[in-house]
């Protein structure tokens, strides 16, 4: 069982940073791939990024590549997502999820432990 609390989302500008974390709790965290995702105001959930259990893999969606970046801490059962240069089109609820095995994969239905969400609003 893992269970996993995103934070760092708010209210930012056009153009900000934001820096996402997800902790995870719980045994095994490094033996897990990790991804986000997000929800648009009234659209599906879309992939973000993903990274593999070591960090040594990663893989963007194309609207963030060049902007976001992920990354993991196993020492710390934390993943991050860096936001920089944010859009408007980046508002949305954003999931960090928990895969069980080493690869990463941008199938939603291949996640096994979601977050609650953490919203992200950005003004332009």
């Known amino acids: 069982q893992l269970q996993l609390v995103e934070s760092g989302g708010g209210l930012v500008q056009t153009g900000d940073s934001l820096r996402l974390s997800c902790a995870g709790s719980?045994?095994?965290?490094?033996?897990?791939?990790m991804g986000w995702f997000r929800q648009p105001p009234g659209n599906e959930r879309e992939f973000v990024a993903a990274i593999s259990w070591q960090g040594h893999t990663t893989d963007y969606a194309d609207s963030v590549k060049g902007r976001f970046t992920i990354s993991r801490d196993n020492t710390e059962n934390t993943m991050y997502l860096q936001m920089n240069g944010l859009k408007a089109e980046d508002t949305a609820v954003y999931y960090c999820a928990a895969k069980w095995g080493i690869v990463n994969t941008n199938d939603e239905s291949s996640y096994d432990y979601w977050g609650q969400g953490t919203q992200v609003t950005v003004a332009s």
């Open positions: 719980g045994r095994y965290f490094h033996n897990y791939a």
